[in-house]
C-alpha cells in the first residue's frame, strides 16, 4: 500500500486546511485509515481515525470537535479537515493504515499503524 498525502501549507491562526491522502495498492475499502501529527520535539500521536464503513475515532484533547476525518472509497482518499487552527497544530501530518490482521510497523517515531506515508507540513502562525 501506497499512501501520499497533500493539502499542508502555511495559515494564520482561525484559518482552516483540508489533508488528503490518497492510497493505492490496496483494496481501500479494506483499509482502516488514520491520521497522525508529529510536531518539533514531541511524539508522534494519532488524532483521528476512520474506519472500515465510516465510524471515526479522535484523539479529543487535541481535536477539541476542531477537526474532520472522512473518507471516499470511490477516490481511494481519506480526509483531515482541520478548522480553526492554532499554532500548536503546527507539525508534520502522516497519514496510516491497516487492515485486519496486518502486522503493524514502526515510521520513524510513528508507530500503530502498517503503511505510513510520508507526511504533509502544517505550520500555523499567530
Known amino acids: 500500500v501506497q499512501l501520499e498525502e497533500s493539502g499542508g501549507g502555511s495559515v494564520s491562526a482561525g484559518r482552516s486546511l483540508r489533508l488528503s491522502c490518497r492510497a493505492s495498492g490496496y483494496a481501500f475499502e479494506r483499509l482502516r485509515l488514520a491520521w497522525y501529527r508529529q510536531s518539533p520535539g514531541s511524539e508522534c500521536t494519532d488524532i483521528a481515525k476512520?474506519?472500515?464503513?465510516?465510524?471515526?475515532?479522535y484523539r479529543s484533547y487535541i481535536v477539541k470537535g476542531r477537526f474532520t476525518i472522512s473518507r471516499d472509497d470511490s477516490r481511494s482518499v481519506v480526509y483531515l479537515q482541520m478548522n480553526d487552527l492554532t499554532p500548536e497544530d503546527s507539525g508534520t501530518y502522516r497519514c496510516g493504515a491497516d487492515f485486519f490482521g496486518s502486522q503493524l510497523t514502526t515510521s520513524g517515531t510513528c508507530t500503530g499503524e502498517t503503511y505510513w506515508g510520508k507526511g504533509t507540513t502544517v505550520t500555523v502562525s499567530s
Open positions: 476512520i474506519f472500515t464503513g465510516g465510524d471515526t475515532w
